[in-house]
């Protein structure tokens, strides 16, 4: 029995000693620089195949840490709401998935001050930032439906050897998305059910579009290298590749739940996982990127290639592959293109983006009031697209000590871009990093964040209005 015992201590070293501290270096012992630095590591002296077979050896571990993480915050389980589902029919789930702390409910919770829940370690976990699926390497990251879609398609590998993606299917927002142009409404869904992808883009769109928004489109399906798919001996995937697309993560000008880090912040354990944001309504934003304000969808399309490909690192981009695009046309277009993406149909709000009280349901008009009122929820997000253009710091570091997790700091959030709450259901998980699950869970973090002190009544009477928008 002793035997045994040491024998699986023995087991459990060694499957943690698997995860890499700093994979990104490439080195198999790497060694911390003696004082911080910006840079990554350029110089690789290690061989690809080595470094392949050490991660994938790493792999196991990595993704099983990540899933245990998952499992302590959340309830993942594929639970439905009955007859609510985005706009191709994929269901969307229900509940709050959040796990609260042993022996506490959520109305104890809003009842105690920030100062208390951070001193008792109360804030629930799920609140915390989430962290990338392996923190210390970050990356461009994708849903094996999305990978599947684009290697029958394009004969193009979005696999990482390294890793793979860590929320389940049900979760994520439909696949393929639908298609709304601002230009087009008669139209409906313009996608027809397909990836939007370089192979079909021009039987698509030849004849809807003017022919700069066309070029726009096709540079946006265009692969681009990128830090982890590239020809250099530091990729993530097995062969030399091609790079990533704007729609890779944009999937179809929505998001497909691909994850990434953001590029904007060292060291690397304070940089922040990013949810991809849906393109939907940006014609109507004024500020871009999640977290640091870029002022036009231009300064953002140009800001990703020379810098967020490469997590925010120029001398990576110049050696793995910077491509360069011209701003007065190619940045212009992408742009234009961008700017006609239009958010789902709403048939219960009127042309203020309010609710019409003839098609309401009394659930959905209380849920309306909360919003405007007690919720306090308009102060960020007013109608009629439901944000305010600005940016906004939530101090989560009120309920809780700064602490590691998965080698990823939490410290707070910092300033959030407004997002825009139309079409809201159909953009899961939702806050820049994805760690709410549910709008149920969004309405109980706001609850709590805010301190508004809503009754279990008024917050199913909010998520219900959060459907309609």
Not at 239 to 265: K, M, Q, V, W
Request: one cysteine or more.
């Amino acid at each position: 029995m002793k035997a045994s015992r040491v024998l699986a201590r023995t087991a459990m070293a060694a499957a943690v000693a698997l995860v890499p501290a700093l994979v990104w270096t490439q080195d198999s012992k790497p060694k911390p620089p003696q004082t911080p630095t910006s840079y990554m590591k350029v110089d690789i002296t290690e061989p690809f195949n080595v470094t392949m077979e050490r991660m994938k050896a790493a792999r196991p571990a990595i993704e099983r840490r990540q899933q245990e993480l998952l499992a302590q915050r959340y309830d993942l389980s594929n639970r439905p709401a009955s007859g609510v589902t985005m706009f191709r029919g994929k269901p969307v789930q229900e509940g709050v998935r959040v796990k609260l702390p042993k022996g506490v409910t959520w109305q104890q919770l809003a009842a105690m001050s920030p100062e208390d829940i951070k001193a008792k370690g109360l804030f629930p976990a799920g609140f915390l930032p989430l962290s990338h699926p392996n923190h210390p390497e970050g990356g461009m990251l994708f849903p094996k439906f999305h990978i599947d879609e684009v290697l029958r398609q394009e004969g193009r590998d979005l696999n990482r050897f390294d890793l793979s993606f860590d929320l389940p299917d049900h979760i994520l927002p439909e696949f393929p998305a639908p298609i709304f142009l601002v230009s087009h409404p008669e139209l409906g869904d313009v996608s027809k059910g397909r990836l939007l992808t370089i192979d079909n883009f021009h039987e698509m769109f030849n004849g809807l579009v003017n022919p700069k928004q066309l070029e726009g489109l096709r540079l946006l399906l265009t692969p681009f290298a990128q830090q982890q798919f590239n020809a250099t001996e530091d990729r993530r995937s097995v062969r030399p590749s091609r790079g990533t697309t704007c729609f890779d993560c944009h999937a179809n000008g929505h998001t497909n739940g691909a994850t990434h880090l953001a590029g904007d912040i060292r060291p690397q354990e304070l940089r922040h996982r990013i949810d991809t944001p849906t393109l939907r309504g940006v014609n109507v934003q004024r500020l871009f990127g999640s977290q640091r304000a870029l002022k036009t969808v231009e300064d953002f399309t140009e800001f990703e290639q020379r810098a967020a490909y490469f997590d925010g690192d120029p001398v990576m981009a110049t050696k793995k592959g910077l491509n360069i695009l011209e701003r007065g046309s190619q940045v212009h277009f992408m742009g234009e293109f961008q700017a006609m993406l239009d958010f789902p149909p709403a048939p219960k709000l009127n042309v203020l983006g309010k609710l019409d009280p003839k098609k309401a349901t009394e659930q959905e008009l209380r849920g309306e009031a909360i919003f405007n009122g007690k919720g306090q929820c308009v102060t960020c997000h007013a109608a009629p697209y439901y944000t305010d253009n600005l940016m906004h710091d939530l101090k989560t570091e009120r309920f809780y000590k700064v602490q590691m997790v998965n080698g990823m700091k939490a410290v707070g959030d910092g300033k959030i871009k407004t997002f825009p709450l139309r079409g809201i259901k159909e953009s899961p998980p939702y806050l820049h990093d994805g760690r709410l699950i549910t709008l149920e869970d969004t309405v109980e973090f706001f609850n709590l964040v805010l301190e508004t002190k809503l009754t279990d009544t008024e917050k199913a009477d909010l998520v219900a209005f959060l459907r309609v928008l």
